[in-house]
């Protein structure tokens, strides 16, 4: 996981995601503990089409830091706290970066 910097992995069974397994879950546990034992069952789970307003504030809501993308049932990806963060800091360059080359 930290080779890939990833902090949540999904845990699919029959192509269906059926919990998520964090890298804090991980650390905390003892080494003779099972995936099945260390995963979120039933993590937040959003379609791909959500609106991302909505699933942001239902994320603040949970106080969760990611939730898990499906496409019909299927695995389409995972949105963090650390996406969003990246994508606001961009938004917020584009749009009151100074002009001109001049520092504000």
Do not use: N
């Not at 930290?2 to 949540?8: C, R």
């Not at 034992?37 to 504030?57: M, S, W």
Request: aromatic fraction near 2%; include cysteine; charge should be neutral.
């Amino acid at each position: 996981m930290e080779q890939h910097a990833f902090h949540h992995v999904p845990v699919r069974e029959d192509g269906r995601v059926v919990g998520l397994v964090s890298e804090r879950d991980l650390r905390a546990a003892p080494p003779d503990r099972t995936v099945g034992d260390a995963l979120c069952p039933r993590p937040y789970t959003v379609e791909l089409g959500a609106p991302l307003a909505g699933v942001l504030r239902e994320m603040a809501r949970r106080r969760i830091g990611s939730a898990v993308v499906v496409r019909g049932g299927k695995l389409a990806g995972i949105l963090t706290s650390t996406d969003v963060c990246r994508a606001l800091a961009e938004i917020l360059e584009d749009r009151f970066q100074p002009r001109g080359g001049e520092a504000a």
